[in-house]
């Protein structure tokens, strides 16, 4: 399983930036997929979900109205859009699935800051 996060960046608030996760290694269509972030000397949090069947999604309260999930299959790639960013979403992004336990990407740093 490799997950490859990307997109992230240096953002002024009230921006926005959209992330992709790259899969290759398993059955993409058939799990769900999730993004979560890890901001400096934080626990790392669930931010969004993504089902597998019918591509059901969650998000976390402190995003929702701002962020979108979404996935193509054909593409075995999963995006975060994230819009009206704050200095509080500076954090590194990671897409995550579990299969056999848990699977991570390396993140992708993602910094609010005027």
């Known amino acids: 399983v490799q997950l490859v996060e990307s997109g992230g960046g240096l953002v002024q608030p009230g921006g926005s930036l959209r992330l992709a996760c790259t899969t290759s290694?398993?059955?993409?269509?058939?799990?769900?997929i999730n993004w979560y972030r890890q901001a400096p000397g934080q626990e790392r949090e669930r931010v969004a979900t993504i089902t597998s069947i019918g591509g059901i999604t969650d998000y976390a309260d402190s995003v929702k109205g701002r962020f979108t999930i979404s996935r193509d299959n054909a593409k075995n790639t999963v995006y975060l859009q994230m819009n009206s960013l704050r200095p509080e979403d500076t954090a590194v992004y990671y897409c995550?699935?579990?299969?056999?336990?848990?699977?991570w990407g390396q993140g992708t740093q993602v910094t609010v800051s005027s």
């Open positions: 290694g398993f059955t993409f269509s058939a799990y769900t």
């Open positions: 995550h699935l579990k299969r056999f336990g848990d699977c």
